[in-house]
C-alpha cells in the first residue's frame, strides 16, 4: 500500500469509523490520519502492529548482541553449555 493511500482527515474517520476499521482489519493496513492537515496518528490492525513489535523486539536483541560482541563481553558456547549441563545436573539432585 502506497503511503498516500492511507491517508485520511479526522473528519472522514469520524463519519466513517466503521468502514475505516473494517477496511484497515481485512486489508491490514495502516492509515495516517491528520488533523488541520497535519499527520497527528496512525491506525493500525492488531496483528500488523505485534509483527512490527516483534521486528523492534529482535532488532533490539540483535543490537545488544552486536554491542556485546564488540565489547567483548561473551561467555564462549563451551563455558554456556557447561553451565547448561551444571544447572540441569542441580535440578536432577535437588541442589
Known sequence: ??????IKSISYLKTHASEVI??????R??????QNGEAKVIVQDI????E???SLALLKIL?????SLEEKEFKPL???FNDIK??????ETGK
Open 1 to 6: 500500500m502506497k503511503p498516500s493511500e492511507g
Open 22 to 27: 473494517r477496511d484497515i482489519f481485512k486489508n
Open 29 to 34: 493496513k495502516t492509515m495516517v490520519i491528520t
Open 47 to 50: 496483528k500488523v502492529y505485534e
Open 52 to 54: 512490527m513489535q516483534e
Open 63 to 67: 543490537a545488544l548482541s552486536t554491542k
Open 78 to 80: 563451551d563455558a554456556s
Open 86 to 91: 551444571k544447572q540441569i545436573k542441580d535440578i
